[in-house]
């Protein structure tokens, strides 16, 4: 199993940026992807990037340029660098995990872009 927890979130004006971390615990060793989705109000859950565990990474086309996600020194850390923010960013963001072909989430943090 795997529990994911995501810190970082808050209110920023628009044009500004966050950084969002995500810890994963349990079995970390077996995790062969971890990422990022988002989800509005009245709308379905988007996803938003992915990193692999060799380090391959991929993003929507709406954050693409924008947004950068990475590991950190520790294999069960990875972060969400979110730059030049647009209203259209809020929404809570979920770490995602991948073992086995199960995905494990985490509960979320709130991204509110805003002035």
């Not at 969002?20 to 615990?25: E, G, K, N, Q, R």
């Not at 929507?60 to 590991?71: L, P």
């Not at 199960?102 to 509960?107: E, N, P």
């Amino acid at each position: 199993q795997l529990q994911l927890v995501e810190s970082g979130g808050g209110l920023v004006q628009p044009g500004g940026s966050l950084r969002l971390s995500c810890v994963a615990s349990g079995t970390i060793y077996a995790i062969t992807a971890m990422g990022w989705y988002r989800q509005a109000p009245g709308k379905q859950r988007e996803w938003v990037a992915t990193i692999t565990s060799g380090g391959s990474t991929s993003y929507a086309d709406s954050v693409k340029g924008r947004f950068t996600v990475s590991k950190g020194n520790a294999k069960n850390t990875v972060y969400l660098q979110m730059l030049s923010l647009k209203p259209e960013d809020t929404a809570v963001y979920y770490c995602n995990g991948r073992i086995y072909g199960i995905d494990y989430w985490g509960q979320g943090t709130q991204v509110t872009v805003s002035s």
